[in-house]
């Protein structure tokens, strides 16, 4: 980088995006920073103002102090986004974390639809736990409440003759707690009879 380019970009980090009134508040003597998850640019940017949030809960009535502190959560990536904020900018937090969201909101999550939920089932050969970590994996990705048709579709996607499908069946569980007790009964026989026998999947 030429003497020219080095100077540019040094003064550019120089202005802060923010207004003078946020720029001229001071940090508190007592404060104590959190520590952070720090944004790369490759996740979900809600998510990482929610978790910034939540870091920063006590403090969440200083406007100014939270816009100050946002920079120290983010990564050399994200950095030169807000080096290039235009100087004074910036007015308040929503002002901060909105012009953050436009610019990563490719990165957003998008939640999974609930006809892939429908799609599980158990494979061939597999294991009561590793079937029930891919489920709660997609389970987890969509939005929305849907542990009714969790219930039913955890109970479809295990085969005929499997011994927790019959138990289903015959004593139906009604909440998603219900449902992980009957699941950890399984499981735990699963676990025992596989480590007994060195064999693949049990029909319990």
Not at 27 to 36: C, D, E, N, S, V
Not at 120 to 132: Q, V
């Amino acid at each position: 980088m030429g003497n020219d380019a080095m100077s540019n970009a040094l003064n550019k980090i120089s202005k802060s995006p923010f207004t003078r009134w946020i720029e001229g508040v001071r940090l508190p003597q007592w404060f104590t920073q959190p520590t952070f998850t720090m944004y790369n640019g490759r996740t979900d940017p809600v998510e990482h103002v929610s978790h910034f949030n939540q870091r920063m809960a006590v403090h969440s009535k200083n406007k100014a102090l939270i816009c100050k502190v946002f920079p120290s959560s983010l990564g050399p990536v994200t950095m030169r986004w807000f080096d290039g904020l235009r100087a004074g900018s910036i007015d308040s937090f929503k002002e901060l974390t909105q012009s953050f969201g436009s610019r990563f909101i490719t990165c957003s999550r998008v939640p999974r639809p609930l006809a892939s939920l429908l799609s599980l089932s158990m494979r061939e050969e597999e294991t009561l736990k590793t079937y029930l970590d891919r489920y709660w994996e997609m389970f987890n990705e969509i939005d929305g409440n849907f542990d009714d048709v969790a219930i039913i579709t955890f109970k479809l996607g295990l085969p005929a003759e499997y011994g927790l499908r019959k138990s289903l069946t015959g004593k139906p569980v009604i909440s998603i707690r219900q449902l992980m007790h009957q699941i950890d009964k399984y499981k735990r026989v699963e676990e025992d009879q596989q480590q007994g026998k060195g064999k693949g999947k049990v029909i319990l």
